[in-house]
């Protein structure tokens, strides 16, 4: 595993990597209020979809220790309200209404008498949202063996490594994993403008495991399949719907629509947890809208002029016809994405 952990509960308190302060630096910060986990969240101390599930699961833990509740109905009501504030710290990714929506489950059971029962018992929900992102984790990399050949080159959008997942990573997971069966893989990273998840965090990711890899623009992905070749294209998911239409970090999209210009691959990589049925396509994913400031300055530095209008899309949607698979835990479902997904599914751990 990895010497640097994303999310870490210990001694009652959450620890997390402070990821804006990466490459730089690796600053540990420590929560003891759910609140600020919630902030944490949405000023992206901590990104990555399973991350920032994982880091909400130990928010309501952090809810449940501060409540000062005599009586269990009284506690389930406050962490009812701590979901509502956690839920709200951003949209898309799904992760993030799927571990609070556990939490909220489990704490239900009215066979729950005491507030110190109630209390283990959301951080042990916690623990086990954890303990199942870092074993799906396991299993995509090993699901995806076959599909990397030797000498294979990658195109990576985004970060999708340990830092936002929590385990070994989705799409970089199977590069690293890849990289450590002994394939002599080469990773292109996406810079992944605005907020360089790809420049900052990829590329110290893939330094920290040692896989061989090179930085390019976002706009130089069609470039580099045309002249260097590439054999497969690996991206994570923040909510894929039941139709396969995925919402990832803004520029997908562009990636998916080059990689199938090219007959390139074009692959998916996420947990079920990511997977939301309730959504029938893309069309009903709502898209986080972020501060313009992300776009008109790079590294605090302003390089837009002043008074230009700026728009900052966080994500994007890919249709499922440019998707070549999405590779789970569960296994690879190909097209028609409504009968592979729904079957994947139907055998996925709660
Ligand atoms: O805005 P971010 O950095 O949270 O966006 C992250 C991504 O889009 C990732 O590709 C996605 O969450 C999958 S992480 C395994």
Not at 2 to 26: C, F, M, S
Not at 73 to 102: E, G, H, I, M, Y
Request: aromatic share 6%; charged share 20%.
């Amino acid at each position: 595993m990895a010497a640097y952990h994303a999310v870490t509960w210990e001694e009652n308190k959450l620890r997390l990597i402070d990821q804006r302060a990466l490459p730089g630096e690796l600053i540990y910060v420590t929560y003891r209020d759910y609140e600020d986990v919630a902030d944490a969240i949405r000023s992206m101390v901590v990104r990555g979809a399973p991350a920032i599930g994982i880091t909400a699961a130990y928010g309501m833990a952090l809810a449940a220790q501060q409540s000062d509740a005599t009586d269990v109905d009284a506690l389930q009501k406050d962490l009812r309200n701590a979901a509502d504030v956690l839920n709200a710290a951003r949209p898309t990714a799904v992760n993030l209404s799927w571990a609070l929506a556990r939490i909220v489950r489990r704490v239900s059971d009215p066979q729950i008498e005491t507030v110190d029962g109630l209390k283990a018992v959301v951080l042990d929900e916690a623990r086990a949202i954890q303990a199942f992102e870092e074993r799906s984790n396991e299993q995509i990399g090993q699901n995806a063996l076959s599909l990397v050949p030797e000498g294979a080159v990658f195109v990576h959008h985004c970060n999708t490594g340990p830092l936002a997942t929590g385990g070994i990573g989705t799409a970089l997971g199977v590069i690293i994993t890849a990289h450590q069966a002994g394939k002599n893989v080469h990773a292109y990273v996406d810079e992944t403008r605005p907020r360089l998840q790809g420049g900052r965090l990829t590329a110290w990711e893939l330094q920290q495991w040692g896989v061989p890899h090179t930085v390019i623009a976002d706009g130089a992905a069609a470039h580099v399949m045309r002249t260097v070749g590439v054999d497969l294209c690996v991206v994570g998911c923040d909510r894929v719907a039941a139709n396969g239409d995925t919402a990832n970090k803004i520029g997908t999209y562009s990636l998916a629509l080059a990689a199938h210009a090219h007959d390139v691959p074009f692959y998916v990589v996420g947990p079920t947890s990511t997977i939301d049925m309730a959504v029938a396509s893309g069309d009903e994913i709502e898209i986080e809208s972020r501060p313009a400031s992300e776009v008109s300055h790079a590294l605090s530095c302003r390089i837009t002029p002043e008074g230009s209008p700026v728009a900052n899309p966080a994500f994007d949607i890919t249709p499922a016809r440019y998707i070549t698979g999405i590779i789970t835990e569960q296994g690879i479902a190909y097209p028609p994405y409504e009968e592979s997904l729904a079957a994947l599914m139907a055998d996925a751990e709660e």
